[in-house]
């Protein structure tokens, strides 16, 4: 069965401080990975798309990882702000019919100043 | 540029009570999705569209029709509201497999 578990369920950081949220899958076969982040009370938005060549990619003050070895991937939040408070969730493609998607339960980030 | 709108935003339903979420995206997208969002889980898929005319189940179906007579619509139905179906759902559009645009969610509870 396709799994994709996130760690932690919560964290919270001083502002301007660095973070790393980390997602394990077992989704086969791999096509990509996405980070989204979801404000409270709104809908998730894309950040950043990882394909399986691909091991490091940026938006920003936000570098997501993969290890398509390992099947492991990261977040990592530099100099957090205020506004970097929100859930990110990570989201897996199978290269399957429909390219199934398969969602981690999200991280929780809060930032205090 | 008004992306993936969802309404209403908030409804409170009696049980056994139905109703429909409307869902609509001016993106020309050819996939849409409804997902629930509950407290401590991840977003489960309820059903999908890859096209107008055709749907199919996701995850967790029971409880929900859908329909997709257009490519910017796809209403939710739900038949005869639960408590278990107090949720936020959210409705989401793409090219085919790609990003997933989200709308602003509905907040359902049901009494």
């Known amino acids: 069965k396709n799994q994709v578990e996130q760690s932690p369920q919560s964290l919270i950081i001083l502002e301007g401080k660095n973070c790393t949220l980390q997602?394990?899958?077992?989704?086969?076969?791999?096509?990509?990975l996405r980070w989204y982040k979801q404000d409270t009370g709104r809908g998730p938005v894309s950040l950043t798309i990882?394909?399986?060549?691909?091991n490091t990619k940026s938006n920003g003050r936000y570098t997501a990882t993969l290890d398509a070895d390992t099947k492991q991937s990261s977040l990592h939040i530099t100099a957090s702000q205020l506004s970097d408070s929100a859930s990110y969730i990570c989201v897996v493609s199978a290269q399957a019919a429909g390219n199934k998607l398969t969602f981690g339960g999200g991280t929780r980030v809060l930032v205090k100043p | 540029n008004a992306g993936v709108t969802q309404t209403p935003k908030f409804q409170v339903l009696k049980t056994g009570q139905s109703m429909t979420l409307q869902c609509a995206q001016d993106m020309n997208h050819e996939y849409m999705s409804w997902y629930r969002q509950d407290p401590g889980m991840g977003l489960r898929l309820i059903h999908y569209?890859?096209?107008?005319?055709?749907?199919d189940q996701g995850e967790v179906p029971n409880g929900y029709n859908v329909s997709r007579s257009t490519t910017e619509d796809f209403p939710l139905r739900l038949l005869s509201a639960a408590p278990s179906q107090t949720s936020v759902y959210f409705c989401?559009?793409?090219?085919?497999?790609?990003?997933?645009?989200f709308g602003e969610g509905s907040r359902l509870t049901v009494l």
């Open positions: 990882m394909t399986f060549s691909e």
């Open positions: 989401a559009s793409s090219f085919n497999t790609g990003e997933l645009f």
């Open positions: 569209s890859v096209g107008a005319g055709i749907t």
């Open positions: 997602c394990n899958y077992t989704v086969s076969p791999f096509s990509n």
